[in-house]
């Protein structure tokens, strides 16, 4: 007899170990871990999306014949304990385990007693993205999207780029004013009724984790594979459309927009990043939904999804420790309450408290950007985020959070910071409308933060961007400008930064 041991973010019928195994003559092992659940302060409703999912596939897997042994997290203090119960019981002849999809569970996982099966959950392989990479000093998305593009054949025509462009960023920039001028329709925003197993699991997390941020309270994610495809037909149908075209845009009380929220599903396996591209591309050729956006959500997969997992494989573990620009800010309180006059970062981390979720340009212009600009310390960010996110995991966190936000990692695979003043969330959102600072005002005590925080981090950074020619330019206009004026953005970032840690 086998034991296939699967992992809370395997949870794939497509699961490369129980491909391995035959239903008759193994059973399935799963286990939720006490210590694993508790390596952070996690969001609650991250928490039900776990265990739920996890339960329900346990269901599903039943339902299909196998023989499922579930150890529950109310007498499972770690995966260990677990391990070790199933083997006194069960004496299985192995125990296969399809590889972790994050380091330190990988780490663990060397020293069981287990059988690693190579994963299938990503399109390129650990391997592939390495020998694509090479000992290259820096890495371009761009060229590896290009590169999985010719691979897959996915929106390719003869070997050209279907339309004859590898992208379509130029029609993807409509502002916040484009947006209201259009009037376009709201979209609704999706949700899904928290069946009797994730109402157990509700009460459950409340118990278990009475102190952790959020509420099990309102859960409204799939936790199947049934209604993960219907999550997915939805945003094809109603969504995908517009995606494109507003998906820079951030619109106060519309937590969700023309985003796919797909993320958390991906991430546990409920949909595998092949259906989701081939779904967006199918309603392209029904003439469902325009270039611009199918090429768009493409590229946020097959690109930058594969690209972060790539990049993380090939650096770990040193990767965590990075800190390129010595960033030394701890991180502010508010982020656990969201009490802060910033409107924009207000209405984010109170949306991110409530849903478990941001959307991307909430993550990287609002939040990273304040990351970035205030100087927080990058391990302090990250833990944020993994603490935060519905859809968060290692492997997402420390390309995402230490490479392109806080390029932490010295450049290696973002082209610059993603360093931005107020006007660019002005232009993005209507968040400075309702704030009691001025996107317009530079320095002083109405002025947005945003605004002198930009180029204090320029002034304290000279000697490392300098030399980027994507923003050397920044550097030497900074240098150009009257001491007067340097003061009075010193003065206004020192004065509040030290209101942050009062
Ligand atoms: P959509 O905007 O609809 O995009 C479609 C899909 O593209 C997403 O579901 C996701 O699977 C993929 N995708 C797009 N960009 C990225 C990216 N940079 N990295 C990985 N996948 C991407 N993504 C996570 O899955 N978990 C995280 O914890 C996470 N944290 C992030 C933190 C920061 C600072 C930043 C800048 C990005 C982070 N992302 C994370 C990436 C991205 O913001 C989210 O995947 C996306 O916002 C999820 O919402 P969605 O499904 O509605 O995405
Ligand atoms: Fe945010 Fe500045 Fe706008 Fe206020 S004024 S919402 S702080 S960008």
């Excluded at 390129?324 to 309450?337: E, M």
């Excluded at 995402?400 to 082209?415: E, F, K, P, R, S």
């Excluded at 925080?453 to 206009?477: A, C, I, T």
């Amino acid at each position: 007899m086998k034991t296939v041991w699967i992992l809370g973010d395997q949870l794939s019928l497509h699961n490369a170990a129980l491909n391995e195994a035959d239903k008759k003559t193994s059973v399935v092992l799963m286990v939720e871990s006490k210590a694993r659940s508790q390596r952070v302060v996690y969001h609650k409703k991250k928490l039900v999306l776990i265990f739920s999912a996890m339960r329900h596939f346990a269901r599903d897997l039943r339902d299909r014949g196998w023989q499922v042994d579930y150890h529950a997290l109310t007498d499972t203090p770690e995966f260990g304990v677990g391990l070790q119960r199933h083997i006194e019981t069960f004496a299985p002849e192995e125990v296969l385990l399809t590889e972790p999809n994050d380091w330190p569970m990988m780490e663990t996982a060397k020293q069981l007693p287990v059988r690693l099966v190579p994963t299938g959950q990503f399109i390129s392989t650990r391997a592939g993205f390495q020998k694509w990479a090479g000992q290259s000093k820096r890495l371009l998305m761009e060229m590896h999207y290009r590169r999985l593009r010719n691979e897959t054949g996915y929106l390719m025509n003869d070997g050209e780029p279907e339309g004859g462009q590898w992208n379509y960023d130029a029609s993807n920039r409509s502002t916040y004013a484009d947006w209201h001028r259009q009037a376009e329709p709201r979209p609704e925003p999706p949700s899904v009724l928290p069946d009797p197993i994730t109402e157990g699991v509700m009460k459950m997390v409340e118990d278990v984790f009475p102190e952790n941020p959020g509420r099990a309270e309102g859960f409204w994610l799939p936790v199947d594979r049934e209604h993960a495809l219907e999550w997915l037909d939805g945003f094809i149908r109603h969504r995908l459309i517009r995606f494109g075209s507003f998906e820079d845009l951030m619109v106060q009380g519309e937590p969700v927009h023309f985003h796919s929220v797909l993320s958390p599903l991906l991430n546990l396996g409920l949909l595998t990043p092949h259906e989701c591209i081939e779904a967006a591309i199918d309603a392209y050729h029904r003439k469902e939904a325009p270039l611009n956006s199918v090429e768009g959500f493409v590229r946020q997969i097959l690109g930058w999804r594969e690209f972060i997992n790539g990049v993380y494989w090939l650096k770990m573990p040193d990767y965590k420790q990075s800190n390129y620009l010595n960033a030394q800010l701890p991180l502010p309180r508010f982020f656990y309450t969201g009490d802060t006059e910033m409107n924009c970062l207000r209405q984010v981390i109170k949306q991110v408290l409530n849903l478990g979720y941001n959307h991307h340009i909430q993550r990287l212009m609002v939040l990273g950007n304040f990351f970035l600009i205030a100087g927080v310390i990058p391990q302090e960010a990250e833990r944020w985020y993994l603490e935060m996110y519905v859809d968060a995991y290692d492997w997402v966190m420390a390309a995402n959070v230490l490479g392109m936000i806080l390029y932490a990692d010295g450049g290696y695979m973002a082209t610059k910071p993603y360093a931005a003043g107020g006007s660019y969330i002005n232009k993005m959102s209507n968040y400075c409308r309702d704030c009691r600072f001025k996107p317009t005002v530079k320095v002083g005590p109405d002025a947005c933060p945003y605004n002198y925080l930009y180029w204090n981090f320029y002034d304290r950074h000279q000697d490392e961007l300098q030399d980027n020619p994507r923003v050397s330019m920044m550097v030497r206009g900074w240098r150009n400008r009257p001491e007067a004026e340097k003061r009075q953005v010193r003065d206004s970032a020192q004065a509040f930064l030290e209101g942050l840690q009062a």
